[in-house]
C-alpha cells in the first residue's frame, strides 16, 4: 500500500555490516508492532526482529547478537542494524507493521499487517 518503504540492501561478503532503514508514511504505524522479516528462494518467511511500542525488542535466535532493531520517530524510520553477516542471512527483508493487539514477541504478523516490498540482501562467503 506504499505506507512501508525498505532501502538499504546490498551485497556483502561474510562477517559485514548493512543497515536496513523502512520509511513509515504514516506516523501512527510507529506505534503499532514492528518488524523485520526474510524470505530465502525456496523457503518460508522467517521473523527477524521485532519492537513494540514501548521499544521492546525480540530477536530470532540465529540473529541474536548480531542483529539490532531500533526506530526513530523523529524522522519515522525503523532500522535494522546487521553485523557479522552469514552467507545463511541472505535473502529478501521486509518490514512490516501490525495494528493487530497481540504479543509482538511473537514474531508472526496477523493478516492485517502492513508491509514494504522488501529489500534484498546477499552475503557471499
Known amino acids: 500500500r506504499g505506507d512501508l518503504m525498505e532501502s538499504g540492501g546490498g551485497s556483502v561478503e561474510a562477517g559485514g555490516s548493512l543497515r536496513l532503514s523502512c520509511a513509515i508514511a504514516r506516523y501512527n504505524l510507529l506505534n503499532f508492532c514492528l518488524g523485520w522479516f526474510r524470505q530465502a528462494p525456496g523457503k518460508e518467511r522467517e521473523g527477524v526482529a521485532s519492537i513494540d511500542l514501548f521499544a521492546t525488542t525480540t530477536y530470532t535466535d540465529s540473529v541474536q547478537g548480531r542483529f539490532t532493531i531500533s526506530k526513530d520517530h523523529a524522522k519515522s524510520i525503523l532500522y535494522l542494524q546487521m553485523s557479522s553477516l552469514k552467507p545463511e542471512d541472505s535473502g529478501m527483508y521486509f518490514c512490516?507493521?501490525?495494528?493487530?493487539?497481540?504479543?509482538?514477541?511473537?514474531?508472526?504478523?496477523?493478516?492485517?499487517?502492513?508491509w514494504g516490498q522488501g529489500t534484498q540482501v546477499s552475503v557471499s562467503s
Open positions: 512490516a507493521a501490525d495494528p493487530t493487539p497481540g504479543d509482538c514477541t511473537r514474531l508472526s504478523p496477523s493478516d492485517d499487517a502492513y
